[in-house]
């Protein structure tokens, strides 16, 4: 499973940004599993909270900036 429909919400400061993985929204096209969250300049750590496709939440705090972070939804689930 690639997590699309995975929902990410970014928080820094009062800063929030929310991004969600989408597949098979065009016809012929392939859409690449990844989202891309710019933030500038900022160089302090955030905290992404995931929202998996069946609903559960995972929260991620003090994720450092301007890195590649790969998140897998744990197995056994987590508390919706």
Known sequence: RRGWGTRIVLQQGTKTMTQELAGGTSY???HEA????????????????????DGSQQTLENVAVNRTLMVRQPRGGLSP
């Open 34 to 53: 990844a989202l891309i969250f710019g933030l500038g300049e900022a160089e302090s750590p955030v905290t992404l909270t995931v929202r998996w496709p």
């Open 28 to 30: 012929c096209a392939a």
